[in-house]
């Protein structure tokens, strides 16, 4: 079956450590998303990208980077220069005009 | 500037009434339209979209939104709402800006008490 799937589930971060959150699709979708939800304000954008090699800045990506090297996978970096990273993450895909498919996210905890 | 509003941080309803989840958009150009629905710790859901045509779209679970251009609104109804209806639900526009993004409400919960 044709799906996005983030992993880990659960992902636990030191101060000062990066980490990656996995987010792989085999839906043939060219356009993949990065989007931040804390509670009571909704999906904030971090990065996105619509072609492979090619990745733009959302409303939130201080702190954070990205990199599409193939077009099924688009991983997110958590640098420690992200001050504040404990929250929900969620990767999604589309085609161009369609609606999004979403990943069952990336629950990030500072420890 | 370009955005979404959902007036109601939380709906409550009693199961086999009708329901209804407010969205209120605000963008230049012809707006791409969408709802989603999510349950708790999981990615959100797609449930209907309006990009041209009918104005009355139908989507899954029988969920379906009006497109109201002058008023500039999407709102999702339901005829007869079920327990497992509640959940936290998102209105969205697709805008181009030189590509394609999505700018989501902040998200209003449905609670459908038996």
């Known amino acids: 079956d044709g799906g996005i799937t983030q992993s880990p589930k659960y992902l636990f971060r030191k101060e000062g450590q990066n980490v990656t959150l996995s987010c792989e699709q085999n839906?043939?979708?060219?356009?993949m998303y990065w989007y931040r939800q804390d509670p009571g304000q909704g999906l904030r954008l971090i990065y996105y990208?619509?072609?492979?090699?090619?990745?733009q800045k959302g409303d939130i990506a201080e702190g954070y980077s990205v990199s599409r090297e193939k077009k099924e996978s688009f991983p997110l970096t958590v640098t420690s220069a992200q001050k504040n990273p404990t929250a929900f993450y969620l990767c999604?895909?589309?085609?161009?005009?369609?609606?999004?498919?979403f990943g069952s996210g990336t629950r990030l905890t500072v420890v | 500037a370009q955005s979404v509003a959902q007036p109601e941080d939380q709906v409550n309803v009693a199961e086999g009434n009708p329901l209804t989840v407010k969205c209120t958009y605000s963008?230049?150009?012809?707006?791409?339209l969408f709802w989603y629905v999510q349950y708790p710790n999981r990615g959100l859901q797609f449930l209907l979209k309006y990009i041209t045509g009918d104005n009355l779209v139908k989507g899954s679970y029988g969920f379906e939104a009006e497109f109201n251009k002058s008023q500039t609104s999407f709102h999702l109804k339901k005829p007869s709402a079920l327990v497992s209806d509640s959940a936290l639900y998102f209105c969205?526009?697709?805008?181009?800006?030189?590509?394609?993004?999505?700018?989501f409400g902040a998200g209003t919960r449905l609670f459908v008490k038996a």
């Open positions: 999604a895909s589309s085609y161009t005009e369609g609606g999004y498919t």
């Open positions: 839906l043939n979708h060219d356009a």
């Open positions: 963008v230049s150009g012809n707006p791409y």
């Open positions: 990208s619509q072609i492979v090699n090619d990745f």
């Open positions: 969205a526009v697709r805008i181009s800006t030189g590509g394609f993004k999505t700018i």
